[in-house]
């Protein structure tokens, strides 16, 4: 697999984290999920035992959703691969439909149906605070389709369909998963802090979400062109410019 696809699939799972239907629920995912209330947190006797039961809530939660993803993942790399004969046309219509979701999360235009949220209820049984139920709630997340996190990730699996096997499939969409579950384990360990930062940072989403799109329509390009050598080549040069190999060495 092209190292251009797992960086994309890992940056994109970056913009997913970002995205404005993202990240402003985050601290609100890790509050309902551990049961934790902001008592606990200010209170120095209970503060300990409640941070650490967000972390293994948020822990539980992001193997929850990279669980699914990864499913997506294995069955768009056996589609991929029962294609295989027509990848060529499969990578071009892919990368229409990629440049077609950039536009989208830009704004060109809009469409009502992928406006619509669609998630699945959790049972009502799960009860908040529970790691199962947070591993539960994760998968939910995942299945999940929203209006500025569904481009992304469709576009994704739609690069996973264009891998060889089922297998590369699924790792691209663990890479994926690894750029949406990183920041978010670290939103959970720094809890307090994170999310007065998180406040801080919501008027700019919007530009974030510009910055996704364009990132889905230069993808798209290169899906369409079959030019991701090109990401590679431009990365050689890149090193090449701050004297990569020279910084191994004195390391």
Not at 2 to 7: N, S, T
Not at 84 to 110: D, N, P, S, T
Not at 169 to 182: E, I, K, M, Q, Y
């Amino acid at each position: 697999m092209d190292l251009a696809f797992i960086i994309s699939a890992f940056f994109a799972g970056l913009i997913t984290f970002l995205a404005p239907c993202t990240l402003p629920l985050v601290p609100a995912y890790l509050g309902f999920m551990s049961g934790v209330s902001t008592d606990e947190l200010k209170n120095p006797e209970t503060a300990k035992a409640a941070r650490r039961k967000i972390i293994v809530n948020g822990a539980l939660f992001i193997i929850g959703f990279s669980l699914i993803f990864i499913l997506f993942g294995t069955l768009a790399g056996f589609a991929g691969q029962a294609l295989a004969a027509f990848q060529i046309w499969f990578r071009r219509i892919g990368g229409i439909f990629v440049i077609f979701f950039g536009l989208l999360m830009i704004g060109v235009f809009k469409l009502k149906f992928l406006q619509a949220e669609h998630r699945i209820k959790p049972p009502s049984f799960l009860k908040v605070g529970k790691p199962s139920s947070s591993l539960a709630l994760g998968a939910a997340f995942g299945v999940g389709w929203t209006p500025c996190v569904g481009p992304i990730l469709g576009s994704i699996l739609l690069l996973a369909s264009t891998s060889s096997s089922a297998l590369q499939g699924a790792f691209l969409l663990a890479v994926f998963s690894a750029g949406l579950a990183v920041p978010f384990l670290l939103v959970a360990i720094g809890f307090s802090k994170a999310t007065q930062y998180i406040k801080k940072i919501t008027k700019y989403l919007n530009i974030i979400s510009i910055i996704g799109g364009v990132f889905l329509i230069i993808l798209g390009i290169l899906l369409l062109t079959n030019r991701f050598s090109f990401l590679i080549s431009y990365g050689y040069q890149i090193f090449q410019l701050i004297e990569y190999d020279g910084l191994l060495d004195y390391l």
